[in-house]
């Protein structure tokens, strides 16, 4: 079992974040050569959005809120959570001075961002159920969600079991070690994190892990493409 979770703690977070960054490098460069045949032929001249343009477009969705805005609700709602569940790890990593303008304890959000996420992501696998997303759906865009909402549940579980209970086995300090190990290639594992496989740890092991295959997915999936597509696609017409 510590074999297990030193593979799934250490090597795969490695391998997740390479398959990410040059994932998501290999998607850039296609969509923009790809980009530059569609423009090159386009016969009407489109409007130059700028930088600025460009980037409120792709982060408020005003298509989606005009269409379908409690579709829309749900996305703005999951990217400003999601937001702050970057800015909460980052806070596992070391103290940020500037976040705790308003004073909390690590984990940010106090369990509320995990919860708003998971029924956010929710609403997002029920909806392709029905149709007509159901018709254009395909099998990546459900595998990305369940995984997505697997990690949240696991990484949820973990800290509300802390707020709620006071329930822990690892504290923020045993976390910033680990990460810490893994930042500065020198990777180890707590003692905590692998003398007693249960509780905490297991949770963890799951978060990770679903968490990496998030990781690994997420460049294949319509969610980078329409991350990158539609920003890129926008500038490219300036």
């Known amino acids: ?3 297990i979770y030193y593979i799934i ?16 490098a290999w998607q850039a ?8 045949y569609s423009l090159g032929i386009a016969v009407e001249p489109a409007k130059k959005p700028g930088v ?11 298509r989606v809120l005009k269409t379908h805005p409690v579709h829309w609700v749900f996305v703005a709602v999951f990217h400003v959570a999601f937001l702050l569940l970057i800015l909460g790890h980052l806070e596992l990593i070391g103290e940020i001075g500037a976040l705790q303008a308003i004073r909390h304890e690590v984990f940010l959000g106090g369990g509320v961002i995990g919860i708003i996420l998971f029924v956010a992501l929710l609403f997002f696998l029920f909806r392709r159920f029905h149709a007509p997303v159901r018709e254009i759906s ?11 909402l697997l990690a949240v549940l696991f990484g949820s579980q973990l800290h509300l079991a802390r707020s709620l209970f006071a329930y822990s086995t690892i504290e923020v300090y045993d976390y910033r070690e680990y990460l810490a190990g893994i930042l500065t290639f020198r990777p180890a ?17 799951l978060h990770v892990f679903f968490a990496n295959l998030f990781l690994m997915l997420f460049p294949v999936s319509r969610m980078m493409h329409a991350l990158l597509a539609f920003p890129l696609a926008r500038l490219r017409r300036r």
């Open 138 to 148: 395909e099998a990546g865009n459900y595998y990305i969600l369940v995984v997505l």
């Open 29 to 36: 460069i296609r969509i923009i050569h790809g980009l530059k």
């Open 1 to 3: 079992m510590q074999v």
């Open 52 to 62: 600025l343009g460009a980037l409120c477009e792709t982060a408020l969705f005003p």
């Open 9 to 24: 703690l250490i090597p795969m977070v490695y391998a997740a974040f390479a398959v990410f960054i040059i994932g998501t």
């Open 189 to 205: 594992l707590p003692a905590v994190f692998t003398e007693n496989c249960v509780g905490h740890s297991f949770l963890l092991v």
